[in-house]
T-cell receptor, first 115, second 112 residues
Framework: KAGVTQTPRYLIKTRGQQVTLSCSPI?????VSWYQQTPGQGLQFLFE???????NKGNFPGRFSGRQFSNSRSEMNVSTLELGDSALYLC??????????????FGPGTRLTVL | GQQLNQSPQSMFIQEGEDVSMNCTSS?????WLWYKQEPGEGPVLLIA?????ELTSNGRLTAQFGITRKDSFLNISASIPSDVGIYFC????????????FGTGTSLTVIP
């Protein structure tokens, strides 16, 4: 079974631009969660999508948004980029059912650099 | 948000030594997960625990779900250089939806 894939792997943008990141979950998984990872802050939860609906949301500004398609693929968008948005963005896939027995599997991440 | 206290923050050990790290929470968890992350890559799942008291092994790795459901530990026996990386604990809290909370990580360096 193929793992979680994320594209692109690396991205360089300038301040004020916007960016879209993509995540394809493991086949059969309906939940996709997004995280921002920086050296100083660790893994910070952005949001989780399940069956095309945002089910959970972390404490990030509205510049960070996402969506999920009917095939469970998800995209994350960051508008008006700031230098502090430079980070590794990870998505994690899970069945999304019965959280007491669910497990998250991560993709390789997208390294975003904002200049 | 929920904070997981993971310790130690970093470890420098000799090859062949055993390693122990742990995570504690102020809330009861119903799942504990342990991940390893290498530079430039996403975290890779090592062990998943779903029941209080559960003890699970994966090769030289052993993890336990604490009886109080507020803690978990990970042990690595006979460490080798490829064990180098950052180890994260993660867990989910009952009735909070499908959200997982992560520890701040333990950076492990193995000296050959």
């Amino acid at each position: 079974k193929a793992g979680v894939t994320q594209t692109p792997r690396y991205l360089i943008k300038t301040r004020g631009q916007q960016v879209t990141l993509s995540c394809s979950p493991i086949s059969g998984h309906r939940s996709v969660s997004w995280y921002q990872q920086t050296p100083g802050q660790g893994l910070q939860f952005l949001f989780e999508y399940f069956s095309e609906t945002q089910r959970n949301k972390g404490n990030f500004p509205g510049r960070f948004s996402g969506r999920q398609f009917s095939n469970s693929r998800s995209e994350m968008n960051v508008s008006t980029l700031e230098l502090g948005d430079s980070a590794l963005y990870l998505c994690a896939s899970s069945t999304g059912l019965a959280v007491s027995t669910d497990t998250q599997y991560f993709g390789p991440g997208t390294r975003l650099t904002v200049l | 948000g929920q904070q997981l206290n993971q310790s130690p923050q970093s470890m420098f050990i000799q090859e062949g030594e055993d390693v122990s790290m742990n995570c504690t929470s102020s809330s009861i968890f119903n799942t504990w997960l342990w991940y390893k992350q290498e530079p430039g890559e996403g975290p890779v799942l090592l062990i998943a625990l779903y029941k209080a008291g559960e003890l699970t092994s994966n090769g030289r790795l052993t993890a336990q779900f604490g009886i109080t459901r507020k803690d978990s530990f990970l042990n690595i026996s006979a460490s080798i250089p490829s064990d180098v990386g950052i180890y994260f604990c993660a867990g989910s809290i009952p009735n909070t939806g499908n959200q997982f909370y992560f520890g701040t990580g333990t950076s492990l360096t193995v000296i050959p």
